[in-house]
T-cell receptor, first 116, second 117 residues
Framework: GNSVTQMEGPVTLSEEAFLTINCTYTATGYPSLFWYVQYPGEGLQLLLK?????DKGSNKGFEATYRKETTSFHLEKGSVQVSDSAVYFC???????????????FGKGTKLSVKP | GAVVSQHPSWVICKSGTSVKIECRSL??????MFWYRQFPKQSLMLMATSNEGSKATYEQGVEKDKFLINHASLTLSTLTVTSAHPEDSSFYIC?????????????FGSGTRLTVV
């Protein structure tokens, strides 16, 4: 079945360091891919998405490119800030765009701590 | 943008009692809502898919008699944890899908931290 595997944390970085959180997936068909972020004490928020191969999602300095050949959707940011400290979840939608059902399948989450 | 309101944000209850969690889509209609459970250091696990006007679809291993889901309107779904036990303590989060927004359409509630004592 469909699944998402992301690197286990926690990840601890200094401010302005480069961030990569790896995410790979297994899916039939053509899923949409997402990164969600959960700040301390809050619910999930969509960070970015990509709906087809070679799409690049970007938001708040974060980027991820949908790589079908490597079935990956790695999250990157060139210079992290303390305010980026959160848990990041990679996810895929197991229904094609426009499907009436479809739920999200999540990775286990990666906790990021950024130190000043 | 699409907003999903989930209440309560946290609740403490005694073992054996029931707890109801509400999930409301505030500015869009959601024919389908999803209920997830988040275990510490683990992924969000889908519990059930809630469909307006029909019975919910439960994932394998989820007790439908224990986790009662009602989706009586296009903007409200409820999850009731019946006869709660300490092992039910967890973070529950709902998601509603706005079909008019395609792949962008998943919006999450803020979650409910349930502690059963």
């Amino acid at each position: 079945g469909n699944s998402v595997t992301q690197m286990e944390g926690p990840v601890t970085l200094s401010e302005e360091a480069f961030l990569t959180i790896n995410c790979t997936y297994t899916a039939t068909g053509y899923p949409s891919l997402f990164w969600y972020v959960q700040y301390p004490g809050e619910g999930l928020q969509l960070l970015l998405k990509a709906t087809k191969a070679d799409d690049k999602g970007s938001n708040k300095g974060f980027e991820a490119t949908y790589r079908k050949e490597t079935t990956s959707f790695h999250l990157e940011k060139g210079s992290v800030q303390v305010s980026d400290s959160a848990v990041y979840f990679c996810a895929l939608s197991d229904q094609n765009y426009g499907g009436s059902q479809g739920n999200l399948i999540f990775g286990k989450g990666t906790k990021l701590s950024v130190k000043p | 943008g699409a907003v999903v309101s989930q209440h309560p944000s946290w609740v403490i209850c005694k073992s054996g009692t029931s707890v109801k969690i509400e999930c409301r889509s505030l500015d869009f209609q959601a024919t389908t809502m999803f209920w997830y459970r988040q275990f510490p250091k683990q992924s969000l696990m889908l519990m059930a898919t809630s469909n307006e006007g029909s019975k919910a679809t439960y994932e394998q291993g989820v007790e439908k008699d224990k986790f009662l889901i009602n989706h009586a309107s296009l903007t409200l779904s409820t999850l009731t944890v019946t006869s709660a036990h300490p092992e039910d303590s967890s973070f529950y989060i709902c998601s509603a899908r706005d079909l008019t927004k395609g792949a962008r359409g998943y919006t999450f509630g803020s979650g409910t931290r349930l502690t059963v004592v």
